[in-house]
């Protein structure tokens, strides 16, 4: 099969780069079925498995397909007219009223329930990329691992549950001065602040933490930094909003949308068994697993179906944009 794959970013990631990552994974895991991959992507992008394609900011995303592949698979939310047979995955939160393409595929049930679809692939993490983890490493602290810069993530959650449960904290996607979405300094010794990491620092980091906290204060389409964290043995303490309780079972971590709840559970911590949290991950939230997905969707767009019947549509009542933790 000829399959372009067209992000808005540059493949490969350097150190965040969320969706950027998914669609390098599954690039990779497609071209080693045997599959001739192009890559539409911004500039500063190359690749040794699949071909690579600039795109243009200034012209629309639709007028740069390839005319030799077979079907097109677009990160976003974009609606055509498409001249070759199209899918969609939509990795956010979108808008009241938001109307998406009928073959729209969405990454959790949870965030396809809300948009008024159906149709979802979880995303996966490609395991060579992590390395083999230490589960047997000395833990020495909590880690929270998601862009401090959004409120939403709640960072500020996290430190308050690590300062109460007398636990030392490192912040891995923030730094203590921050200014880019409204001025925070964190003041608190206890907590470590290591800003943007990526590759083999960040695996380290995540390696030697001894539970993920991922307090989220909104609806969480997926949770990319949740799957990192159990690969490497990590127990994940977290809210219950979006996708969570989807990823996040009994077996491998606590959910609950009380500070106090989680602060008690974490005297537990080590009662998880590291080897069943770092299974669960590779079982179920793979790049291969995420690709034996896709290729399913794309048998069914190829063959004339279309993933949905109407195009789903966001109920026009707006979602809370933030909630709140209970004490």
Known sequence: MRIALAVNGMVPAAKYGGIERIVWWLAKELSARGHEVTL????????????????????????????????????????????????LTFQCNGP??????????????????????????????????????????????????????????????????????????????????????????????????????????????????SALLFPVIWHEPF????????????????????????????????LSNSRSELIERLADVEHFDRRVCHEYACDRFSASAMTDKYLQLYERVLNGESLHAAPPTAPDTPVAKRFRMAA
């Open 40 to 87: 539409l992507a911004s500039p500063g992008s190359h690749c040794s498995f699949a071909r690579v394609i600039i795109a243009d900011p200034r012209r629309p995303l639709t007028e740069q397909f390839p005319t030799d592949v077979d079907i097109v698979h677009i990160q976003g939310g974009e609606v055509g007219p498409f001249s070759k047979p199209c899918l």
């Open 96 to 209: 009241p009223g938001m109307k998406f393409d009928v073959n729209t595929v969405f990454i959790s049930r949870n965030q396809a329930e809300r948009h008024g679809g159906s149709v979802y692939v979880h995303n996966g993490i490609d395991p060579d990329e992590y390395g083999k983890p230490d589960l047997h490493s000395r833990r020495k602290y909590l880690l929270f691992l998601a862009k401090a810069a959004w409120k939403v993530k709640n960072v500020r959650g996290a430190i308050q549950i690590a300062r109460q449960a007398r636990r030392r904290l490192v912040v891995a996607g923030g730094y203590r001065f921050n200014l880019n979405m409204g001025p925070r300094i964190t003041l608190d010794p206890n907590v470590r602040f290591r800003g943007m990491v990526g590759g083999e620092r960040k695996n380290r980091i995540i390696n030697d933490a």
């Open 223 to 254: 949770g990319i930094a949740i799957v990192e964290a159990l690969y490497f043995g990590c127990p994940v303490y977290a809210t219950e909003w979006g996708s969570l309780p989807e990823i996040v079972i009994p077996e491998v971590g606590v």
